[in-house]
């Protein structure tokens, strides 16, 4: 699922990110990075791939080996400030089934790291409006 390849130029000072780790999605690579979290935002990620950049916020809740994931918004500036992005249905299926592949494979925190063996499932709602 990993790929070894270098993300594109990201600005990682706008999106204030670590450096994105690569995956390979249904429909092309994808990056994944951890952000700067804004205090009204508990958890954030970011996301990108050739057409789309954006920041998203989720809340997770981990109860004997269930990590519950629930997606919550999305922004197009750094720093958690902007609208959120303008995503055609077909896309955002794919956007969705990328975060939730990562999800579902990696530790949300450590992001190079896969879920440990601890875990039995995972579950991921989406709850953002995006267009």
Do not use: C
């Not at 970011?46 to 999305?74: N, P």
């Not at 579950?123 to 267009?131: A, G, H, I, M, S």
């Amino acid at each position: 699922m990993e790929s070894s390849s270098t993300a594109p130029a990201f600005d990682k000072r706008y999106w204030n990110i670590t450096e994105p780790i690569k995956l390979d999605g249904e429909h092309g690579p994808y990056y994944i990075a951890i952000t700067g979290l804004n205090v009204e935002i508990r958890e954030g990620l970011f996301y990108g791939d050739e057409k789309h950049q954006f920041l998203f916020s989720f809340e997770s809740k981990r109860d004997d080996g269930v990590i519950s994931y629930t997606i919550l918004d999305a922004s197009l500036k750094g720093y958690w400030r902007g609208r959120s992005p303008i995503i055609p249905a077909d896309e955002l299926a794919t956007i969705q089934k990328n975060i939730e592949a990562f999800l579902k494979t990696r530790n949300s925190l450590f992001i190079e790291k896969p879920l440990g063996p601890t875990i039995k499932r995972v579950d991921v709602t989406f709850k953002w409006r995006l267009q």
